[in-house]
């Protein structure tokens, strides 16, 4: 099973500003087959990201995917008060799928 | 438009036995997996497993195999996700989901999401 490690646990920003967040994979995800949810309380998760770096439809050029191997990143720039949310990792590149354990991204 | 509509909020006593749905609209819902996702209240994402519809095949995560099972029925378009004896632990929200297709290639990564059914377990 691959482990997914987000980190940090919690990020706290102003308006304006860009967001990194990690995922760190035990093992390499086949074909960078990684995706990137936001959850906001009370909803479903919303995909952003698919393939490490394909935005899904709808999803603003402020949210951008990168990495390979064991090593992914979401960067969010220009940080708007809408993206205080949870976001989560997910990799489907081995059975059984597996997630992050998120991070909480939060707009001072 | 595409979309998975889930029953409602269940309570139910340890040892008891329960079925939540899953019902599929809007696409040929045989030839999309299912995907079913638990999230205990404050805490993160847990992959359950997955049916694909057009012919019962059933994959479990090692977490959940043996406590519960996944079913379908095409003539209704509805997906199931069973327990025969619930315990306290099973207490969460389940969603169901629907991978992503895009120019014919899948990506089972979940665009379509039900919008969760809450399971309450509790004497």
């Known amino acids: 099973e691959i482990v997914l490690t987000q980190s940090p646990g919690t990020l706290s920003l102003s308006p304006g500003e860009r967001a990194t967040l990690s995922c760190r994979a035990s093992q390499s995800v086949s074909r960078n087959y990684l995706g990137w949810y936001q959850q906001k309380p009370g909803q479903a998760p919303r995909l952003l990201i698919y393939a490490a770096s394909t935005r899904a439809t709808g999803i603003p050029d402020r949210f951008s995917g990168s990495g390979s191997g064991t090593d992914f990143t979401l960067t969010i720039n220009r940080l708007e008060s809408e993206d205080s949310a949870v976001y989560y990792c997910q990799q489907y590149g081995g059975f059984p799928r597996t997630f992050g354990q998120g991070t909480r991204v939060e707009i001072k | 438009e595409v979309q998975l509509v889930q029953s409602g909020a269940e309570v139910k006593k340890p040892g008891e036995s329960l079925k939540i749905s899953c019902k599929g609209s809007?696409?040929?819902?045989?030839?999309?997996?299912i995907t079913w996702v638990r999230q205990v209240p404050g805490k993160g994402l847990e992959w359950m497993g997955v049916?694909?519809?057009?012919?019962?095949?059933?994959r479990y995560s090692p977490s959940f195999q043996g406590h519960l099972s996944m079913s379908v029925d095409k003539s209704t378009n509805t997906a199931y996700l069973q327990w025969s004896s619930l315990k306290a632990s099973d207490t969460a929200m389940y969603y169901c989901?629907?991978?992503?297709?895009?120019?014919?290639?899948?990506?089972?990564?979940?665009?379509?999401w039900g919008q969760g059914t809450m399971v309450t377990v509790s004497s």
């Open positions: 809007g696409y040929d819902f045989s030839t999309y997996w």
């Open positions: 989901a629907r991978h992503l297709a895009v120019a014919g290639y899948n990506h089972y990564v979940f665009n379509i």
């Open positions: 049916i694909f519809p057009g012919d019962s095949d059933t």
